[in-house]
């Protein structure tokens, strides 16, 4: 009789210095379903994943694979024992052929076997429905091919259970229904399927049971038969109730996608006033980027413009041309008609621009040091936090660190804790309480809710649509998540292969105009 589990945890605890990340969680995962785990940031879902991922070990309990106790030692233990796992971010080798991706990590000594390979992956090119050229470059790829292949990865070595850690943050609505499709086919083939999301309109169409924890713990569960005999609204209901242990609000159900999402209604008045021209912006790229071919765009005072496209086609460029870290080989940019193109990070922020990066360690924060610091970056060695002669005056550097940690919720034991301990939400906190003042007069917002939990979504959200802490800012808003742009944008833009191929207004039925720019424009690519 085989066994009613393709991975269990019993009892499973994980320590870390301070924190309990696992708190004895127990749970099955079945072959042939599609199992979401879902939870703020912050409670466990991504301790749980690398233990079953082999990268971590519990401090207590058990792991089963096929109904048998297995320590996994490591990520090729895991791999081996069927368990393959998808990340947020690709790791496969784009100056690589997909064979060559496939076969990264194979035993150093075992000859290369070209004729077993090609018949592994037309396998898993029949399971998926996958029309991938095995020869191709896999930098060459479009995205949701590229995913394609991430998930042959994952199942190369056997299919047994295939974790999906956020897998359509990085895709278009359409590249996210065929990703559902790819799911259901796995599924249905007897693959253990964990699926972890942030959007619960997402666990709702693919999942046939639901896992929440908080804190550490399991503190809910919606069987097979609910989640087939629930609406959507009630799933969502019931998820949001889990997690944070309260009825939730209608911005709750808006946030996490089980109502249409409201359309941003603004003032456009003041809108005809063009504070930011961006004039035919072209920049430099290294191998593997997009760089700018030809940008236009222009953002009326007061106005939030969206910038919407499949990742990788000119976004980060953007954004960071407009900050001044990136220099314009040829273009213009014009804030309140003048000419800032050649000024650096420094002279745009005195021009009144300022930037929240999408990646918030390492480039809008320096990890290890304070959280304090990380709130003046921009503005080290100058008065009144330091003295003409270049003197730290730490004193009112940490009561003005004190008093934006508490206006702005930042959760930290102290000023004086390292900014890379804190969680992904706080960390996007602090970046807000940086960058957001009266005085600013284009704001640049890349990704603001990428990988944040619902609470911390609803917060970036709400600033954006409040203006950001200014009245009269024109506002950029770049994102993979089209009804993020649709609940906070006036006007929406689509890139693709470095250029704004299109700009629409935020109406009803602007959703799939907006999608049909998308594809075109993939398509022409």
């Avoid at 269990?8 to 749970?27: C, M, Q």
Wanted: aromatic content about 4%; some cysteine; overall charge negative.
């Amino acid at each position: 009789m085989p066994p009613s589990s393709a991975v269990e945890l019993r009892g499973v605890t994980k320590r870390f210095p301070g924190v309990i990340a696992n708190n004895d969680i127990s749970l099955v995962f079945e072959p042939g379903q599609v199992h979401a785990l879902l939870g703020e940031n912050g409670a466990g879902k991504s301790t749980l994943i690398s233990m079953l991922a082999g990268m971590q070990q519990p401090d207590e309990g058990t792991l089963f694979v096929d109904g048998k106790p297995v320590k996994l030692s490591s990520p090729r233990h895991a791999l081996n024992m069927g368990i393959g796992t998808v990340y947020q971010h690709t790791l496969l080798v784009k100056s690589l052929t997909v064979l060559e991706n496939l076969m990264l990590g194979s035993n150093w000594w075992q000859r290369y076997d070209k004729a077993a390979t090609l018949a592994r992956f037309e396998e898993l090119s029949g399971i998926l429905n996958a029309k991938i050229d095995p020869e191709a470059m896999v930098g060459r790829l479009a995205l949701g091919e590229q995913q394609q292949v991430e998930i042959m990865r994952a199942l190369w070595h056997g299919e047994k259970v295939l974790i999906l850690d956020e897998p359509t943050s990085m895709l278009t609505p359409q590249g996210a229904q065929e990703l559902f499709q790819i799911v259901r086919r796995i599924r249905d083939h007897g693959v253990a399927v964990i699926f972890i999301t942030h959007k619960l309109r997402e666990a709702h169409a693919l999942a046939d049971q639901v896992s929440v924890l908080r804190l550490g713990k399991v503190v809910g569960h919606l069987t097979h038969e609910e989640m087939q005999n629930l609406s959507q609204e009630d799933v969502v209901d019931q998820i949001v109730g889990m997690m944070f242990g309260a009825p939730p609000t209608e911005e709750d159900r808006q946030v996490a996608g089980s109502e249409q999402h409201a359309i941003a209604t603004r003032n456009k008045a003041g809108h005809a006033d063009e504070q930011v021209a961006l004039k035919d912006a072209v920049t430099l790229g290294e191998r593997g980027e997009c760089p700018l071919r030809g940008a236009t765009l222009s953002i009326g005072k007061g106005e939030v413009l969206g910038v919407a496209g499949v990742d990788g086609n000119g976004q980060k460029h953007l954004a960071e041309a407009l900050a001044g870290q990136r220099e314009l080989s040829d273009g213009q940019l014009l804030i309140d008609g003048e000419n800032v193109t050649r000024g650096d990070v420094v002279s745009r922020r005195i021009a009144g621009v300022r930037y929240i990066t999408d990646e918030r360690l390492g480039e809008g924060t320096a990890g290890t040091h304070s959280v304090a610091t990380n709130l003046l970056l921009k503005e080290i060695g100058t008065q009144p936090f330091w003295t003409r002669f270049g003197i730290a005056k730490w004193g009112l550097i940490h009561r003005s660190a004190r008093t934006a940690i508490t206006d702005h919720d930042i959760r930290t034991p102290s000023e004086k804790a390292p900014i890379a301990s804190l969680s992904g939400g706080n960390i996007q906190k602090a970046l807000l309480a940086r960058e957001l003042s009266p005085d600013a007069k284009l704001i640049v917002f890349n990704k603001p809710t990428y990988g944040l939990d619902l609470q911390n979504t609803k917060l970036a959200r709400a600033r954006i649509r409040d203006g950001a802490g200014s009245e009269t800012a024109s506002i950029l808003v770049i994102s993979n998540e089209l009804d993020e742009l649709i609940e906070t944008c006036d006007r929406i833009a689509v890139m693709s292969n470095g250029k704004i191929t299109g700009v629409v207004e935020n109406k009803p039925g602007a959703e799939e105009e907006i999608g049909r720019l998308m594809i075109d424009e993939a398509a022409a690519a």
